[in-house]
Every structure is written in structure tokens, then in C-alpha cells.
């Protein structure tokens, strides 16, 4: 039997219902397991977060060297400018984009709380032409 299991990821958050409900919506997760303090959610390809209230939480400030990175998602999409304009509607924002005339493999954005995360394209599986 295996010492460890699976685990989740938590991010600590002033609100964790609210950041609950971003995530939910952007990976299609249903809430797990809720208390006072911590939500719980899983994602239709099995991901799992958690969310924990600190009243005192500070959000890194990534990019920007005055904070740590503390934690750091990545997300694969098929259309990241779709993806971008879902983040964007749920309340994120953009922190680290490209040149927007040209396809490129990642964006970085911020969840209303401030945690960064990556969207990366997803390889393509069709064939090269030529």
C-alpha cells in the first residue's frame, strides 16, 4: 500500500467560496467538501483543489521580484483565446501576455485572489503539412 496518495492542491485565500466558484467554473468542477473554513473541489478530469481561508492571505506579486512565486497552476487549452476571455469573464485577469497578432503556447494570468496560473496550448495532434 502506498504511503501517500493523491493529494490536492490548496491555496490559501481571504474568500474561499468565491475562489471556489472561479475555479469551478473554468475547470467544470463540482464542490466536494465544504466547512467554515476550506472548499473542496474536482474537476470532470479528476483535478482537485482546495481553497483555505487566511484572513491575512497576500497574493504573490509575480512577476514583480518584491514577493515569491508561492504557487503556480498550469492549464492546458485547445483555444487560448477563448480560455482568456472565460478568465476574464469569471474575474481574472492577464499578467503575462504576448504579442496577440501571432499563436503562442502560453499566457499567464491571475484568479481574483491574486494566485497566478498558466494556460498552455495544447500540443497539436494533427499532422505537419509540406
Known sequence: MALVTAGVVVLDCAEPEK???FYS???EAEETDATA?????????GIRMAFRRDVTATPPSWPRPENSLQVHLDFQVAD???AERRIIGLGGRPIETKDPSGPFEERGYADPSGHSFT???LPSTTPKQG
Not at 473554513?37 to 478530469?45: A, C, H, L, Q, T
Open 37 to 45: 473554513n476550506r472548499v473542496e473541489i474536482r474537476g470532470v478530469d
Open 80 to 82: 487560448l483565446d477563448e
Open 19 to 21: 475562489l471556489a466558484a
Open 119 to 121: 494556460l498552455r496550448l
Open 25 to 27: 467554473e473554468l475547470i
